[in-house]
């Protein structure tokens, strides 16, 4: 089956620093790839969009200037956490789709924690 | 009105009974449904999608799609503790907005 890669898995980060997250997608070309963050018992909360090329869509109530996203190419999306705090800390999981009714497939998620 | 409606449980059920686990969607012009396991701790996982109206076989999982009355359902047979998990229902439209459901925690007592 289709196979997204997310790494880091997990990582520790001093507060006022910046953390990349990168998520690729092995075997299909992921016309969108979505962010997601999840508090621990809580659901998904989507983070933002972004389709290949183009600028990522945020949802409401996400700062853009602080959760950077860029996906440069149809297999390749990047989540840049900047100036990281403590409320930051949080389960992150990128997840890519193909074309047509293509399923999501999620990455294994990034486990950040912010000291 | 939420897009997509689970029953966020608890759902118990015994070692080798089915379980039962179901979805509302609001959008009528819905097209792609899928349904997702997550452990705790964990990245949620496809186990099966469906486009049309009827059941779908995978092993021991079945899922149902009802579009005239708006629901999609997933029965697990023979019920293992290696199922317990939140099940999580996505639902699509044109395009590729996925919409889930906050998930149905599942535990099977052995």
């Known amino acids: 089956g289709a196979v997204v890669s997310q790494h880091p898995s997990w990582v520790i980060c001093k507060s006022g620093t910046s953390v990349k997250i990168e998520c690729r997608s092995l075997?299909?070309?992921?016309?969108?790839m979505f962010w997601y963050r999840q508090f621990p018992k809580q659901s998904l909360m989507l983070m933002a969009t972004?389709?290949?090329?183009?600028?990522?869509?945020?949802e409401q109530g996400v700062e853009k200037d602080k959760f950077l996203i860029n996906h440069a190419s149809l297999t390749l999306s990047t989540l840049t956490v900047t100036s990281a705090h403590p409320e930051d800390s949080s389960f992150y999981i990128c997840?890519?789709?193909?074309?047509?009714?293509?399923?999501?497939?999620f990455g294994n998620g990034t486990r950040l924690t912010v000291t | 009105q939420k897009e997509v409606e689970q029953n966020s449980g608890p759902l118990s059920v015994p070692e080798g009974a089915i379980a039962s686990l179901n979805c509302t969607y609001s959008?009528?012009?819905?097209?792609?449904f899928f349904w997702y396991r997550q452990y705790s701790g964990k990245s949620p996982e496809l186990i099966m999608f469906?486009?049309?109206?009827g059941d779908k076989e995978d092993g021991r999982f079945t899922a149902q799609l009802n579009k005239a009355s708006q629901y999609v359902s997933l029965l697990i047979r023979d019920s293992q503790p290696s199922d317990s998990a939140t099940y999580l229902c996505?639902?699509?439209?044109?395009?590729?907005?996925?919409?889930f459901g906050t998930g149905t925690s599942l535990t099977v007592i052995p």
């Open positions: 469906i486009y049309s109206n």
């Open positions: 972004s389709n290949e090329g183009s600028k990522a869509t945020y």
């Open positions: 996505a639902v699509t439209r044109t395009g590729n907005q996925f919409y």
């Open positions: 075997d299909f070309q992921a016309t969108t």
């Open positions: 997840s890519a789709t193909g074309q047509g009714r293509s399923p999501l497939h």
């Open positions: 959008d009528r012009g819905s097209q792609s």
